[in-house]
């Protein structure tokens, strides 16, 4: 059993910063691709950021240049500094790895419980 548990999230001004952080606890054997998405109001899930376990990032073209995301394998957490924030940035952001717990298994993804971001103009 996988768990990811998200922290960090809040309320803030147009201009602030958030720090979001994730924890991947159970049974891990390997974690692939660690990343954040998030879903507002009536949109579909995007992805916001993701890195690879040689930590090669990828970004969304709206959050390039304010928001970092970073990793630590060996604790298997991944975190998300979010800088210069606005309001269309307001969303449940979602902790997403992938995860093989076994040397038997393929890689599948898991996903946290989500974490409220408002960020007010």
């Known amino acids: 059993q996988v768990q990811l548990v998200e922290s960090g999230g809040g309320l803030v001004q147009a201009g602030g910063s958030l720090r979001l952080s994730c924890a991947a606890s159970?049974?891990?054997?390997?974690?692939?691709?660690m990343g954040w998405y998030r879903q507002a109001p009536g949109k579909q899930r995007e992805l916001v950021a993701s890195?690879?376990?040689?930590?090669?990032?990828t970004y969304a073209d709206s959050v390039k240049g304010r928001f970092t995301i970073s990793r630590d394998n060996a604790k298997n957490t991944v975190t998300l500094q979010m800088n210069s924030l606005k309001p269309e940035d307001t969303a449940v952001y979602y902790c997403?790895?992938?995860?093989?717990?076994?040397?038997?298994?393929?890689?599948?993804?898991?996903w946290g419980q989500g974490t409220q971001v408002t960020v007010s103009s």
């Open positions: 997403n790895a992938n995860i093989r717990t076994s040397w038997r298994t393929g890689y599948n993804d898991y």
């Open positions: 159970g049974s891990i054997f390997s974690t692939k691709l």
């Open positions: 890195i690879s376990s040689i930590e090669s990032t």
